[in-house]
Each structure stands twice: as C-alpha cells, then as structure tokens.
Nanobody, 126 residues
C-alpha cells in the first residue's frame, strides 16, 4: 500500500502561483510513477502531469505546459506541482496518484493509477 497526502491548495488570484505537495509513504518511493490529476465541478477527472520514478521524464497536459512543473524529491518521498500564471479554468480539486514505475510517463488515464490522495482544492479567482 502507498499512502498519499496532498497539501498546498488554496485561493489565489488569476496570474498568481501556487505549489502543491504530495507526501508518500508505505513503499519505496522510487518504484512509483507519480501523477497529478484534477477535477472541476461537473467534469471528469483530468490528467495534469506525471513524472517517472527517477524523475528524469515528465509529461504534461497541453493546456498546462509552460505554466506547471512537476518534480519529485525522492529523498523526502515528495512530489510537487508548481503552478504559475494560474487561470480561472485551473480551478479544481487536485489529486496526487501513484502507479508502479516502468520508466515511461505517458500514463494519462486515471484507471492506470492504483493509489490516490484525498485531494486539495485550488481556486483561482478572476
């Protein structure tokens, strides 16, 4: 089992920045690809970003490329999502997820992830 706990959500003005954190415990952190997903009211959960176990491959949703950065600090079992130039359409509950690492990062479907955090709310005011 892998336990995931997100933090760092909040209210921010459009154009602002926010960094989300996800602390993992329970298994060897580097054995897992980590992903961030988000879900807005009335919409399905959407892939946002992923990073492989070694942290040398990343993949992003097109609409967040250049604005969001996913990274991981394996010594602390933590993955981050740095968000800048936030837009109102980024408003969502953001979830951290984990799946067994294969070296690839193109895991964009939520059904491919076995472990999930409880989510953290990000609200961008315009």
């Amino acid at each position: 089992q892998v336990q995931l706990v997100e933090s760092g959500g909040g209210l921010v003005q459009a154009g602002g920045s926010l960094t989300l954190s996800c602390a993992a415990s329970g298994r060897t952190f580097t054995n897992y690809t980590m992903g961030w997903f988000r879900q807005s009211p009335g919409k399905e959960r959407e892939f946002t970003a992923a990073v492989n176990g070694r942290g040398d491959k990343v993949f992003y949703l097109d609409s967040v490329k250049g604005r969001f950065t996913i990274s991981r600090y394996n010594a602390d079992n933590t993955v981050y999502l740095q968000m800048k130039s936030l837009k109102s359409e980024d408003t969502a509950v953001y979830y951290c997820a984990a799946r067994v690492d294969t070296g690839a990062v193109f895991y964009t479907q939520d059904r491919w992830y076995a472990y999930w955090g409880q989510g953290t709310q990000v609200t961008v005011s315009s």
